[in-house]
């Protein structure tokens, strides 16, 4: 059945994220054939319907307005009720992120629609349009379908390919123009505390750090071998509650479930709260001094050692061999 | 201040899942309260003793919530309500919990409702605001700070690391992180008052819903737990060796970097 699919196209400091071009690849799948519209909010966004488009959209519909400059939930939910009104489609998809998660379920109850969060993977079996998602902190799996109404789901970074990028696709872009009314949330003041550049939820490579970091200082070592390999670094909740760290940077069941293709478990014992949020990364290296540690047991390599000695080596090492390549 | 707290039951967090007959074996789990819902629970009872009012905690489940309500009770909440679907839902989804607990809701005349920010079961995160929107009022998620004067709330958010500070007025919903606050264990005495504390239990009759009107929209048609991960490779040897080795490895192997 084809279907007209939204996607919700997200905007963090003037760029697309990468989330939106996989939400783009998934509604392509959804749309059955059909079309796929990317939708842009904010106070200056017209100039990327151009990237949307070359990402696999079949045309943009922008909404910009002052008010719009910043998320709130009723801001873009006015802003995207009228697209919705204007379109009528059978479909929407935005990342789950931050904003998608806060948003998402608002625009569902208004719909009087369902919503599949958190989805890993979608495809068309059977003739039904089934998506996966993890549940149990990604201790299982679900496979769900729509029964009834609008088909809406929210991705979860990483895990859906994007279409390859053609910058000789072409595609109308318009533009809405829509009242935005009272704003019952204001934001005063946006404190930035995220290390500067890879966000934990998109990030290819994650280095993350345990009780055995043993200070706030001992992170150090981590954050450099982040930035060779252009990764976040991530926490276990060890770490967080013993205040090396913050919370935002707590990975597990408890925390934020990742991804990454490569994590790096480092002063880690593996608990399975921990476990839940990273066992399903592609690639698991454990440093961890006792050889006996739980987290050997779902890595792929393991160095048996004093990750303070481990890390700084490793940071060396990568040095070089990313410097050749 | 008249404060609502949404509860749902969940599997304790040191649970292996195992999977009987299609669906998630229960037999012999523990279960709890959701992680994120004692954070709210918490921050209830102390808004509760810093501006007076009362504290009631919600949960849509079966007989066997009762546990966790009373578990709430315990911690210093005043007054719990089940709302048992066991003898008329057989399936629900999160527009299913969402209208149930709004229709609960819309008539209570609630200053201020708490919610998780995310079941670690369910883990959508979706009833927090479905069921402010369907209330009609404003909402906040993933709170780490919470500050109420008078009607108006000051409320900082979690927001992938940053922190915005949000002002907004009440009747609000805020939904939980991690963070918020430090949930206290039910003391002995706790204890010993939950169990004449009110705990009042509804169906959904009593809400004037019918099944009708909760029909999930979508469904779940199978659970599967992931690949069982192999224990893979401890390097060996003088560890300058053993880190080149693993470089290589991740390098020309696994082509990860
Ligand atoms: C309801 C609930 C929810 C939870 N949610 C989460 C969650 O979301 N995420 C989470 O992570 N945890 C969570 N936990 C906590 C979890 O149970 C563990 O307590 C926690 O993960 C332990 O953190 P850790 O591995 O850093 O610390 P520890 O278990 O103390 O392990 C430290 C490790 O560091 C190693 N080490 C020490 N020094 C060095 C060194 N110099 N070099 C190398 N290795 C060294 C030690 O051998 C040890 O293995 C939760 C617990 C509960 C009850
Ligand atoms: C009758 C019925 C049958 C169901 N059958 C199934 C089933 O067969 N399979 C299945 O997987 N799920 C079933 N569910 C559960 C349902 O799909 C969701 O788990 C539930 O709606 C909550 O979604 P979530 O777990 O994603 O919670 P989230 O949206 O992540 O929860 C966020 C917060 O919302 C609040 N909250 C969530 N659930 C409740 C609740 N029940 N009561 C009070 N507050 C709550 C808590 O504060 C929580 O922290 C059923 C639900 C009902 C009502």
Do not use: W
């Amino acid at each position: 059945m084809a279907r007209k699919i939204i996607v919700l196209g997200e905007v963090r400091d003037g760029s697309l994220r990468n989330v939106s071009f996989e939400a783009v690849a998934a509604a392509k799948t959804a749309s059955e054939g059909g079309e796929v519209v990317g939708v842009l909010i904010g106070d200056s966004v017209n100039a990327l319907s151009g990237e949307l488009i070359h990402y696999g959209a079949d045309r943009v519909i922008t909404v910009e307005n002052e008010k719009l400059k910043q998320y709130t939930p009723d801001g873009y939910s006015q802003a995207l009720m009228a697209v919705i009104d204007a379109e009528s489609p059978e479909g929407l998809i935005f990342g789950h992120t931050s904003l998608g998660k806060d948003l998402a379920p608002k625009v569902a109850a208004k719909l009087n629609s369902g919503l599949i969060s958190d989805v890993t993977g979608l495809e068309i079996a059977g003739g039904n349009l089934v998506f996966t998602r993890p549940i149990y902190s990604g201790k299982a799996f679900e496979k769900k379908i729509v029964t009834d109404g609008l088909v809406f789901a929210t991705i979860r970074p990483n895990n859906i390919s994007p279409l390859e990028k053609d910058e000789s696709r072409t595609g109308e872009a318009s533009s809405l123009s829509v009242d935005i009314k009272d704003l019952r949330t204001i934001i005063k003041e946006v404190v930035r505390k995220a290390s500067e550049g890879v966000d934990l939820s998109e990030a290819k490579v994650i280095i993350a750090g345990g009780r055995g970091v043993k200070s706030e200082e001992g992170f150090e070592p981590l954050n450099e071998l982040a930035k060779v390999l252009n990764g976040a670094v991530g926490a276990s909740r060890g770490a967080c509650d013993a205040d090396y760290c913050d919370y935002s940077l707590q990975i597990g069941q408890t925390g934020k479930v990742v991804t990454p293709d490569l994590y790096i478990a480092c002063g880690i014992s593996g608990a399975i709260q921990h476990l839940a949020g990273m066992s399903n990364s592609k690639v698991i290296v454990a440093i961890n001094k006792d050889p006996e540690a739980n987290i050997f047991k779902v890595a792929d390599y393991g160095i048996v050692g004093d990750l303070f000695e481990v890390v700084p080596l490793l940071t060396e090492e990568f040095r070089k061999i990313l410097v050749n390549a | 201040m008249n404060i609502y707290v949404l509860m749902k039951r969940t599997f304790d967090t040191e649970e292996k899942i195992t999977i009987s007959g299609g669906q998630i074996n229960e037999d012999g789990a523990e279960f709890i309260i959701n992680p994120y819902d004692e954070y709210a629970i918490e921050e209830a009872i102390q808004v509760r003793d810093a501006q007076g009012g009362e504290v009631t905690v919600v949960s849509v489940g079966n007989e066997e919530t009762e546990k966790q309500l009373r578990t709430a009770l315990a911690m210093g909440a005043d007054k719990a309500v089940l709302i048992n679907t066991e003898d008329d839902l057989e399936y629900g989804d999160q527009f299913t919990t969402a209208k149930i607990l709004s229709e609960y809701l819309k008539d209570k005349d609630a200053d201020l409702i708490i919610a998780g920010n995310v079941a670690i079961d369910g883990g959508s995160g979706q009833v927090g605001p479905r069921v402010a929107e369907l209330l009609n009022i404003p909402y906040v998620t993933t709170i780490t700070k919470l500050d109420i004067t008078g009607s108006n709330a000051t409320v900082v958010r979690d927001v992938e690391g940053d922190s915005e500070v949000i002002e907004t007025t009440l009747p609000l919903l805020v939904t939980a992180q991690q963070g918020l606050n430090e949930p206290r264990y039910p003391s002995l005495p706790g204890i010993m008052k939950a169990k004449k504390k009110p705990l009042d239990e509804l169906e959904l009759d009593d809400l004037d819903l019918e099944e009708d009107d909760v029909e999930a929209k979508t469904k779940t048609i199978e659970i599967y737990l992931p690949p069982k991960k192999e224990a893979g490779k401890v390097l060996e040897g003088e560890l300058a060796d053993q880190v080149k080795e693993l470089v290589n490895l991740l390098h020309t192997e696994a082509k990860v970097v």
